[in-house]
């Protein structure tokens, strides 16, 4: 006569692949906002820095284009 048992193992912890997805999406992410607003370069460049902002003119003429008002 065999004996069966079955375990189940609940995990409640984040794993840790989308843990490092997630921290470098955000990396990304602020890298990106940082270079479009000019924060990145404005040592370097100085006010030429701030006035290309191609992802928010970019997002801003897309919500027009979308109907959404702004200001």
Known sequence: MSRYMKVARHSTSVPKNATIILALVFVFGLFTIGFDQGHLFSIVQGAEAFD????????????????????
Do not use: Q, T, V
């Not at 290309?52 to 200001?71: K, N, Q, T, V």
């Open 52 to 71: 290309s902002m191609y992802l928010h003119e970019l997002s801003h003429d897309l919500r027009h284009a979308a109907g959404f008002p702004c200001h």
